[in-house]
């Protein structure tokens, strides 16, 4: 793209206000921004994919976390993918595609050194927001470095049909798992899993969970939990976990929505005469096995060892649509807004 030709302004999602509760379209605006010129050191980046996660809904209250809230009136954030289509930085050259932290528009300038590049002769650029971005690290890591996974295991994973979790249950049966059970929201989701190589499934709208759950793990019970959901999910797997069993905290989807303070599990007393260990923890803090874990999905999507889901929706404007719905669980997989064809 010629220099003449570089767009001057750009379309961006903002925060018009803050959720209470479930989110809704008047929490969010479409609006017209203009584009910084390049500095030194800084690339123009036409993004192609974005990524809407569960922990944006966090950073759309106003309260102190891990991560700064979204400000009000400005372009939310979050993982993108794209093409270099101008670039200042001795690192990337145009048509390069990189990820980077400025979704939610459909341009972004970002410095040279906050884009990373996606390797685009081993998957799509979309796989570097998912399986080969952080959704995989996430489930690597907290797999096998948090919850100290070891071939064997049992293990148990909920929102299992989700971006992490459907990693998660393949990362543990290529890695040695003895039974990988999985629970998820819909009959056709929990058809995927089996499909995935779960051992189990169970649609957490069937009854109660402790009870799906002891019914699936029978007598062995389950070593390891990995918790995306929270709630009565963290409740079941307490009662299921196997002395000495650990539980590797990565969300808590089913309280993002609350307006009220929500009960700890009824029976965390558990975790003292089981001498459990309960670890939470977040993608940026595993970092240092970015390169091991890249290495190794390469090689499993490679050889189709492990599959990835997506749910795709088009259309930076359908943004807030597709964030509401990951929230109630419409998505299969790794929820992306496809914001631009690729060139």
């Not at 379309?11 to 803050?18: G, K, M, T, V, Y």
């Not at 400000?71 to 050259?93: F, M, N, T, Y």
């Not at 019914?215 to 009565?232: K, L, Q, R, S």
Request: negative net charge; glycine residues 12%; aromatic residues 6%.
């Amino acid at each position: 793209m010629s220099l003449g030709t570089l767009p001057a302004t750009t379309r961006e999602i903002q925060l018009a206000s803050r959720p209470v509760g479930r989110p809704v379209a008047d929490n969010f605006r479409l609006a017209k921004s203009p584009l910084p010129e390049l500095r030194d050191g800084q690339i123009l980046v036409r993004n192609l994919y974005m990524s809407v996660d569960p922990y944006m809904r966090g950073r759309m209250n106003d309260v102190k976390s891990y991560s700064a809230p979204f400000a009000l009136d400005r372009a939310l954030d979050g993982g993108a993918v794209g093409e270099v289509i101008a670039s200042r930085s001795p690192e990337h050259q145009e048509g390069d595609v990189v990820v980077h932290s400025l979704g939610w528009r459909e341009y972004a300038v970002v410095d040279g050194d906050a884009a990373q590049p996606a390797r685009t002769d081993l998957a799509p650029a979309s796989a570097f927001l998912g399986a080969l971005g952080m959704t995989g690290l996430t489930a690597y890591a907290g797999l096998l470095k948090v919850a100290e996974f070891k071939a064997g295991d049992a293990v148990f994973v909920s929102g299992a049909a989700g971006a992490v979790g459907s990693l998660v249950g393949q990362i543990a049966k290529v890695m040695g798992a003895s039974r990988v059970i999985g629970s998820a929201g819909s009959p056709a989701k929990v058809a995927r899993l089996l499909e995935l190589g779960f051992d189990a499934a169970f649609d957490y709208h069937d009854g109660p969970v402790r009870g799906q759950l002891a019914e699936a793990a029978g007598p062995g019970g389950i070593d390891v939990y990995f918790d995306n959901v929270g709630g009565e999910h963290l409740e079941a797997a307490l009662a299921t976990l196997n002395v000495g069993g650990r539980v590797a905290m990565c969300g808590a989807i089913a309280q993002y929505n609350s307006t009220k303070p929500t009960p700890a599990p009824h029976n965390l007393m558990l975790a003292i005469g089981k001498q459990l260990t309960l670890k939470g923890f977040l993608v940026g803090g595993q970092r240092q096995h970015a390169a091991e874990f890249a290495a190794k999905m390469a090689g499993w999507l490679a050889d189709g060892t492990v599959q990835y889901d997506e749910t795709i929706v088009d259309g930076l404007e359908n943004a807030p649509q597709a964030f509401m719905d990951l929230l109630a669980g419409a998505n299969t997989g790794k929820m992306l807004v496809r914001l631009q064809p690729e060139l």
